[in-house]
């Protein structure tokens, strides 16, 4: 969903040592390592920003909570990082990654230069590049007056993502996150049953997260009796019926979402909708392909069309991205793997009645799925 990236981000942002040691990373940097050899890398350089950070978490569990941060990550010595702060900064940099060579500044080419000169290869030499797309010109034009000829840049985020396997810490993580996330929609969806109006009742929500240390809270509510969904704007209306909203959290990197639907009266969606999430949560499993757990969730809707604001898929993969890719579409081949998690979702909206949209998130298996969590009932 695309919700507003909010301009203050505050949570929890430590390592959890406890939760993900060193020693998870060292496997993360063996995976990171043979892909450079298979592509005669001598570096990677990976981008993230406060948006969108996913590999660059992955490998350095370094968030940026501002502005954008870069792994600089030799195949032989030590990697840097480099961020977009102040310098006083550092010291809090400090508790979210394990990488000890930290920079933070606004003269990059101080960060680049000295760093580049430690290959020690025969020129020109070969460097991949992740999240490159998502990064700002000057920084783009600083960088490649460091790398001047005397290096090549290659396109790496397909090979670095595909060797990204799912992790056992990862799906513990994401389970903590699917509790937090859970809650929050509880008291999104009480807060509305209490009288609040959908403002108020997503406050409620966002509240509940950050008492448990959310790193990241994004909302989205309904003001037009479920037809469409839109960010927090501050007017507070009185309370509408049905409610439909959705509620993502970033809780130790990882993401977890849910939609929330309540109504006062019975409707001929409620059976409909949540009958389809059912058939997809029954279905889900390794090797079921996308498409066919498209075809499930439609099936049920009978002649309600899928809502619009899902834009045509019932779910994709979550984890330090809310959107990690691998829509579930009608036209999509790819099969679900073990490891993978995938938010599902299903809605639909009619003239009377108004909408309503439920969803779950489930990790799949060796032998089938496991379900985290699914969204509160509909009815009040």
Not at 150 to 164: I, K, N, T
Not at 309 to 319: C, E, F, K, N
Not at 341 to 363: F, K, N
Request: net charge neutral.
């Amino acid at each position: 969903m695309r919700t507003v990236h909010p301009s203050i981000i505050i949570g929890s942002y430590a390592w959890d040592q406890d939760r993900l040691p060193r020693d998870e990373f060292q496997i993360r940097m063996a995976g990171l390592h043979r892909v450079m050899d298979d592509n005669g890398w001598k570096a990677v350089l990976i981008y993230g920003d406060a948006a969108e950070h996913s590999e660059l978490a992955y490998f350095t569990n370094f968030i940026p909570r501002l502005r954008w941060g870069m792994g600089l990550i030799r195949r032989q010595g030590e990697p840097r990082l480099l961020a977009s702060m102040s310098p006083r900064d550092v010291p809090a940099m400090k508790l979210m990654t394990w990488i000890p060579d930290l920079l933070s500044g606004w003269t990059w080419e101080a960060g680049f230069d000295p760093w580049l000169v430690r290959l020690n290869a025969e020129q020109p030499i070969d460097i991949g590049s992740v999240g490159f797309d998502r990064m700002r010109p000057p920084l783009m034009r600083s960088l490649e007056k460091s790398l001047g000829n005397r290096f090549r840049l290659h396109v790496a985020d397909a090979a670095v993502s595909a060797c990204r396997l799912p992790r056992p810490r990862e799906l513990s993580t994401i389970r903590q996150a699917s509790k937090v996330v859970e809650t929050a929609a509880e008291a999104f969806v009480q807060a509305w049953r209490d009288g609040k109006d959908v403002e108020t009742a997503a406050l409620a929500g966002e509240r509940s997260a950050r008492l448990q240390a959310a790193q990241d809270v994004r909302t989205l509510v309904s003001f037009d009796f479920g037809r469409t969904l839109a960010p927090f704007r501050g007017t507070f209306d009185r309370k509408s019926d049905p409610l439909v909203g959705y509620i993502a959290v970033k809780h130790m990197g990882y993401w977890a979402d849910l939609f929330v639907s309540a109504a006062g009266a019975p409707s001929a969606l409620q059976p409909r909708i949540e009958a389809a999430l059912e058939a997809m949560l029954q279905a889900s499993g390794p090797g079921v392909l996308a498409t066919d757990l498209h075809a499930k969730a439609v099936e049920q809707l009978g002649s309600f069309a899928l809502h619009p604001v899902l834009d045509g898929s019932v779910g994709h993969r979550i984890g330090l991205s809310s959107d990690e890719g691998g829509a579930l579409r009608a036209d999509s081949n790819q099969p679900l793997a073990p490891g993978d998690v995938y938010t599902l979702r299903v809605g639909a909206h009619e003239l009377m009645s108004g909408g309503a949209i439920v969803s779950a998130m489930v990790a799949i298996t060796a032998t089938g799925a496991e379900t985290l969590h699914c969204s509160p009932a509909l009815r009040s």
